[in-house]
């Protein structure tokens, strides 16, 4: 009698156990904490993918490693709703990582740009264009490191050459005049986004408001 009872209670354990684990098909499992802002792909999941994914070496036009290349809209967007690319940029497959300082190892990218990218993907991955580039009251704080980290740091950090990972290496780069001459493609310079488009106007704008205002830390 005492072992039925042990045995029911165990066939009991194991239904409840099992009644826990059941999961409703159409939940969305978000790890990530809610992105507030809104999301474009032209000014943020682009250039976002262009600077890690796709930066020369790896899944840009000409190497595109495995046979694929990131620099368009649908193919961007058919990996990003298959789950390859939040899994590749959570989990830090060697596809998409972002450098940081040489003393660290690589990480998968920060967790703003998952929520981000994450957001863009619960919308059903648009193709938006967006005109929201600001040039009011240019900061290093709110407009130019928002932009090197979407549009540079994936190549300009780690062990490269030009390194553009905080504000006093930008301001190296400012002030031996690389960086404007590299992203308005001037004539004796690496033209900047490598292998990607030449930067909206307005963004070089924004660099050139805050360059001529200093340069400042703020």
Same mark, same amino acid.
């Given at each position: ?13 194991? %239904? ?13 499992? /978000?790890?990530? =904490? ?12 682009? =250039? ?10 790896c899944h840009d036009a000409?190497?595109? @490693? ?7 809209? /649908? ?7 298959? #789950? ?16 940081? =300082?040489?003393?660290? @190892? ?10 981000? &990218?994450? @957001? ?10 967006? +005109? /929201?580039?600001d040039t009011t009251n240019? @900061? ?29 290496? &930008?301001?190296?780069? %400012?002030?031996? #005049? ?9 004539? #004796? ?5 490598? #292998? ?11 660099v050139k408001i805050w ?5 400042? +830390? /703020?």
């Amino acid at each position: 009698m005492k072992l039925s009872f042990y045995f029911l209670l165990l066939c009991i354990s194991i %239904v409840l156990l099992l009644e826990r684990c059941k999961h409703d098909s159409t939940d969305i499992v /978000n790890p990530f =904490p809610p992105y507030n802002g809104t999301v474009c792909f032209s000014s943020d999941i682009q =250039p976002l993918i262009l600077s890690t994914c796709a930066k020369p070496g790896c899944h840009d036009a000409i190497y595109h @490693k495995e046979h694929l290349s990131l620099i368009d809209y /649908n193919t961007i967007r058919s990996k990003a709703l298959s #789950g390859e690319l939040m899994r590749y940029a959570q989990f830090g497959n060697s596809e998409m990582r972002v450098s940081v =300082p040489s003393s660290q @190892k690589l990480i998968p990218l920060d967790i703003t740009s998952l929520s981000m &990218i994450q @957001k863009w993907i619960n919308e059903g991955a648009p193709n938006s264009i967006c +005109n /929201n580039c600001d040039t009011t009251n240019v @900061k290093f704080s709110s407009h130019i490191s928002p932009f090197i980290q979407k549009n540079c740091l994936g190549c300009h950090s780690g062990t490269a050459l030009t390194l553009l990972s905080n504000y006093s290496q &930008i301001k190296t780069t %400012v002030d031996n #005049g690389k960086l404007y001459c590299a992203i308005t493609h001037s004539t #004796g310079c690496q033209p900047m986004p490598q #292998g990607g488009v030449k930067l909206a106007d307005c963004k070089i704008r924004m660099v050139k408001i805050w360059i001529d205002s200093g340069a400042v +830390n /703020n």
